[in-house]
């Protein structure tokens, strides 16, 4: 059963097609910031109008379409800003003093709402995607019926294969799927419909993997 204080608000902004997040507890009404970029100003209209408070904020990965807005977001909030360990470098003109590195299977809670930090590597080398209470915020690790490149630096076909296939195909069909980018003509869908429709999940080997990504003949 879903925890009926789970909250999360999906919010496209940016040039990119980039989602923000909030997620936490609709009883506490603290929220995680997901992916702070692009328009600071419309994330704090957005959490007074919802009235929540943002207490943290996470980083699914370095890229700066999905952290631009942390120096402005810690110049109104002081929040500990979450990012895996790999990545903690990318930080310091970002977030300095507030940085906080995690590493797979971490946990934090807010309210009642415990948030897992899940490291799916490959798109860059400290992705990572956020697990709570059944949903996963996948950064840009998976995206509906696609997922993350790996032509970036730091990008990584095979390490990608590995998060998709030993992490993220092992989720309940009934996860549900929040991706870091809206793509798709949906904004989200299950896990369950993901393992049938999206064509990097059903790849039975990493050779096959690596000749779809381009990287072998
Ligand atoms: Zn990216």
Request: glycine share 8%; with cysteine; net charge negative.
């Amino acid at each position: 059963m879903a925890n009926p204080n789970l909250y999360i608000k999906q919010m496209e902004m940016g040039p990119m097609q980039n989602f923000v997040y909030f997620v936490g507890d609709k009883k506490t009404r603290e929220v995680a910031v997901v992916d702070t970029a692009w328009d600071v100003p419309e994330i704090l209209k957005a959490a007074e109008k919802e009235e929540v408070t943002i207490t943290h904020a996470l980083v699914s990965h370095y890229h700066f379409d999905h952290t631009n807005g942390l120096p402005d977001l810690l110049k109104e909030l002081d929040v500990p800003v979450y990012i895996n360990k790999a990545e903690e470098q990318w930080m310091k003109g970002l977030a300095a003093e507030n940085t906080k590195a995690v590493k797979s299977g971490d946990k934090i809670k807010l309210g009642e709402i415990e948030i897992e930090f899940l490291h799916t590597p490959g798109h860059t080398p400290g992705s990572q995607c956020f697990l709570v209470d059944g949903n996963l915020i996948s950064g840009d690790t998976l995206f509906i019926d696609a997922c993350g490149r790996t032509d970036l630096p730091g990008g990584n076909p095979e390490d990608l294969y590995h998060s998709l296939t030993t992490k993220l195909m092992k989720l309940d069909d009934s996860t549900i799927l929040f991706p870091g980018h809206n793509y798709s003509e949906l904004q989200t869908v299950t896990m369950g419909e993901q393992k049938e429709t999206n064509p990097f999940l059903n790849i039975p080997t990493l050779d096959d993997f690596l000749k779809k990504f381009g990287y072998k003949e």
